[in-house]
């Protein structure tokens, strides 16, 4: 097995592009309340924001706390967008960022991105479970009581998924 992949296997592992995954992953964010770094100027500045919405075209997020950096973030080209939500980096570029007014405030936006990376290294860490025999977990309650046993669908260094019944 090599050690590095190539830009295919890259992106076949790391890149959200179905256009209805891109949404759902962006407005995930969005409910989490999830902090972005927005870099910019070739990394040499960044803000921090929060995304406000998200459109088939459109992306809104908010303007940073420093008022020179968010003038040269209009400035700039484009920027790249990064946070790790549970651990998984998620990154993807905003091109030609401006200024509007949105709701009575002064906010960003960009289009919509095409892609987004999403690496999450958990897959890394993943136990293989047997398929022909399913491994069950038990689960009581505090006295003792026996509230279930499911079969396990995963399990990982960051927990386990268990298929309950409807």
């Known amino acids: 097995m090599s050690a590095s992949l190539s830009d295919e296997e890259i992106e076949d592992r790391f890149y959200l592009l179905g256009r209805m995954e891109i949404l759902k992953t962006l407005r995930d964010l969005i409910a989490s309340h999830e902090t972005l770094t927005v870099y910019f100027n070739s990394g040499k500045d960044f803000i921090l924001t929060t995304l406000l919405d998200v459109r088939q075209d459109?992306?809104?997020?908010?303007?940073?706390?420093?008022?020179?950096?968010?003038?040269?973030?209009?400035?700039?080209?484009?920027?790249?967008?990064?946070?790790?939500?549970?651990?998984?980096?998620?990154?993807?570029?905003?091109?030609?960022?401006?200024?509007?007014?949105?709701?009575?405030?002064?906010?960003?936006?960009?289009?919509?991105?095409?892609?987004?990376?999403?690496?999450?290294?958990?897959?890394?860490?993943?136990?293989?479970?047997?398929?022909?025999?399913?491994?069950?977990?038990?689960?009581?309650?505090?006295?003792?009581?026996?509230?279930?046993?499911?079969?396990?669908k995963n399990m990982s260094i960051a927990g386990a998924g268990a298929v309950l019944p409807s």
């Open 58 to 152: 459109a992306l809104i997020f908010d303007l940073g706390s420093d008022e020179k950096a968010n003038r040269r973030l209009v400035q700039s080209p484009s920027c790249v967008f990064v946070c790790a939500p549970d651990g998984v980096r998620v990154q993807f570029i905003g091109m030609d960022p401006g200024r509007i007014s949105w709701t009575k405030s002064d906010v960003f936006w960009t289009p919509c991105p095409d892609r987004i990376i999403r690496m999450q290294r958990r897959e890394n860490f993943r136990t293989v479970l047997p398929i022909m025999k399913s491994l069950q977990v038990r689960v009581s309650d505090e006295p003792g009581q026996e509230l279930g046993v499911w079969s396990l």
